[in-house]
């Protein structure tokens, strides 16, 4: 069964919506998870790791302002769209993997984001 | 930066062939390397993960290959089947990172 959980998989809203996207680990702690995204057939773009009790490390290019990152627990990380327009349209994915890195990566189902 | 690249981007064979996906990756210096499937919409289901100090992998009819020296990995697929029918991607874990850099993805279709 999944053991990363991600909510919600699929979002329409209106242009200028803040939308939170939730991944959860379930059956592990995670210090740190990561998020992703993925434009039509392309490959999965690293957006930010997400580190427990601290402040996210974004990859350059990517906005911390507008995709506002919280890791308050060592199960749940949250990404949070903020105004988001059109040209976010996307699919966000997260993955978390047990401590020492030596276990594989486990991805949640993905978020579809569409904004009108 | 570690770039990751497979080939071929798409794949269609009949069913019952075995096939082999290419990913090659720019920097040696790794921790490990997962492959992963998608199917459309997706999130992503871990297939195989080889630690560098492994040469390959095996689970089921699947069997990951490892050649760190040469910056290459290959995911062989015995006897395959329409349900093996997705984007098959790989991905590199560098050295004192945690984060992935992922390739483009081969997009396979199996006729039946």
């Known amino acids: 069964g999944a053991v990363v959980s991600q909510h919600p998989s699929w979002v329409i809203c209106k242009s200028g919506t803040s939308v939170k996207i939730e991944c959860r680990s379930l059956d592990f702690q995670a210090t740190t998870m990561f998020w992703y995204r993925q434009f039509p057939k392309q490959s999965l773009m690293l957006m930010a790791t997400s580190n427990e009790g601290s402040k996210a490390t974004y990859e350059q290019g990517v906005e911390k302002d507008k995709f506002l990152i919280n890791h308050a627990s060592l199960t749940l990380s949250t990404l949070t769209v903020t105004s988001a327009h059109p040209e976010d349209s996307s699919f966000y994915i997260c993955?978390?993997?047990?401590?020492?890195?030596?276990?594989?990566?486990?991805f949640g189902d993905g978020t579809r984001l569409s904004i009108l | 930066k570690q770039e990751v690249t497979q080939i071929p981007a798409a794949l269609s064979v009949p069913e019952g062939e075995n096939l082999v996906l290419n990913c090659s990756f720019t920097d040696s210096a790794i921790y490990n390397l997962q492959w992963f499937r998608q199917d459309p919409g997706k999130g992503l289901t871990s297939l195989l993960l080889?630690?560098?100090?492994?040469r390959e992998q095996t689970s089921g009819r699947l069997n990951a290959s490892l050649d760190k020296s040469s910056g290459r990995s290959t995911l062989y697929i015995a006897a395959s089947q329409p349900g093996d029918s997705a984007t098959y991607l790989c991905a590199v874990r560098p050295r004192r990172t945690n984060q992935f850099y992922f390739g483009t993805g081969t997009s396979l279709t199996v006729i039946p």
């Open positions: 080889i630690q560098s100090s492994q």
């Open positions: 993955s978390a993997s047990n401590q020492g890195g030596s276990q594989p990566q486990h």
